[in-house]
């Protein structure tokens, strides 16, 4: 069982999390910018910004699947190697760049 601390500080490190992100957040000041993506000038959002936006969210939403697949077959063990296997990735990152720094 999880303690009640873990359970706190986790609860705590999440609505810190969304607090300031609706914090940086810019807001929508007219109809048009929030349902269209319009900039302050009225101008529609590109296309190559909305593909882009769509593929991000279509990656999110996969990944969220298959998080919630592995740990609906694995139970945490599946959740927590997802989780590793997306950390491998700035892991990898930071370890080539490492070595290509200490090897000139």
């Given at each position: 069982m999880l303690s009640t601390a873990f359970g706190l500080t986790f609860w705590g490190v999440l609505i810190f999390y969304g607090v300031a992100l609706y914090a940086v957040t810019p807001n929508a000041?007219?109809?048009?910018?929030?349902?269209?993506?319009?900039?302050?000038?009225?101008?529609?959002?590109?296309?190559?910004?909305?593909?882009?936006?769509?593929?991000?969210?279509?990656?999110?939403?996969?990944?969220?699947?298959?998080?919630?697949?592995?740990?609906?077959?694995?139970?945490?063990?599946?959740?927590?190697?997802?989780?590793?296997?997306?950390l491998s990735i700035p892991l990898a990152g930071f370890v080539i760049y490492r070595l290509r720094r200490s090897t000139g």
């Open positions: 000041r007219t109809a048009g910018a929030f349902f269209r993506g319009e900039d302050n000038s009225g101008r529609e959002a590109h296309q190559w910004a909305l593909t882009a936006s769509i593929f991000i969210s279509w990656i999110f939403a996969k990944s969220v699947t298959n998080a919630a697949n592995l740990g609906a077959s694995y139970g945490i063990v599946g959740g927590l190697a997802y989780a590793a296997y997306w």
